[in-house]
């Protein structure tokens, strides 16, 4: 689906619709794939402030993951990782076991394809690319 930047809140609040109502066992998993500026960011930042996010999010490249306290049951903390810099076999430096078992986070993961094994099986995984002049490519490129 084409997405223009001024659609993009519009599309992250139906995303946001569409998100569980009851918690699962584990954190809800969603991974965005994607070359550098194809908008993974820009997206995780609409779906923060649809989820009225506590405060702005920004990129988490160098800090590897942010907590931003969001009010939308079943969650309470969205976490956003980027995991570009991450090698495999890292996850528990980066704090993976503790995000992902919190039933109550919401955790959207940047360049997932870093963490092989570490997906939960059935994680949406949306990819995204460059369109035209001030749009994006979004698809739902697997379930993971």
């Not at 609040?13 to 584990?26: D, M, T, Y």
């Amino acid at each position: 689906m084409r997405v223009t930047l001024a659609e993009l809140p519009e599309f992250a609040e139906k995303f946001v619709s569409e998100l569980p109502q009851i918690a699962g066992a584990h954190a809800y998993v969603i991974g965005l794939k994607g070359e550098l500026g194809a908008g993974k960011t820009t997206f995780t930042q609409a779906v923060a402030r649809a989820l009225n996010a506590g405060s702005p999010v920004t990129s988490p490249t160098y800090t590897i993951a942010q907590r931003y306290a969001i009010t939308h049951p079943p969650f309470t903390s969205l976490i956003h990782m980027d995991a570009y810099r991450v090698s495999p076999g890292d996850s528990h430096t980066i704090g993976w076991d503790l995000f992902f078992n919190d039933p109550a986070n919401l955790l959207i993961v940047e360049w997932p394809e870093r963490l092989p094994g570490y997906m939960p099986h059935g994680a949406p995984i949306l990819k995204f690319s460059v369109g035209d002049v001030g749009s994006r490519e979004i698809e739902y490129a697997e379930r993971h």
